[in-house]
């Protein structure tokens, strides 16, 4: 049974830093490309960033380029997502799963399944 957890979030100052942490048990990370998802209130769910089995990545939202990075530790079985230069508008509830197909929709919900509960970021002014 594939279990997938996130963790690291919390309340930070706009300006402060983050790491997200994703680990899962029953699922090798590093054999399929794994996104990080964020949704805030009343808004749809949308890509943030995304790394392939070998370890390329992009970024899905202009909004987190050069501030978000996404890595991974095959030998801990954990992906983060460290986030620098918070801004209020980071706020939300932030999400990894596991892509369906290697490459395919690399930033559309739809081509994920194995989705954790999600941890909470929220960034004060």
């Known amino acids: 049974q594939v279990q997938v957890v996130e963790s690291g979030g919390g309340l930070v100052q706009a300006g402060g830093s983050l790491r997200l942490s994703c680990t899962a048990s029953g699922l090798t990370l590093g054999d399929y490309d794994m996104g990080w998802f964020r949704q805030a209130s009343g808004k749809d769910r949308e890509g943030v960033a995304y790394?392939?089995?070998?370890?390329?990545?992009?970024y899905c939202t202009d909004s987190v380029k050069g501030r978000f990075t996404i890595s991974r530790d095959n030998a801990k079985n954990t992906l983060y997502l460290h986030m620098t230069s918070l801004k209020p508008e980071d706020t939300a509830m932030y999400y990894c799963?596991?892509?369906?197909?290697?490459?395919?929709?690399?930033?559309?919900?739809?081509?994920?399944?194995?989705w954790g509960q999600g941890t909470q970021v929220t960034v004060s002014s």
């Open positions: 799963a596991r892509s369906r197909v290697n490459g395919l929709g690399p930033c559309m919900a739809a081509s994920f399944d194995y």
């Open positions: 790394m392939t089995w070998s370890g390329g990545s992009l």
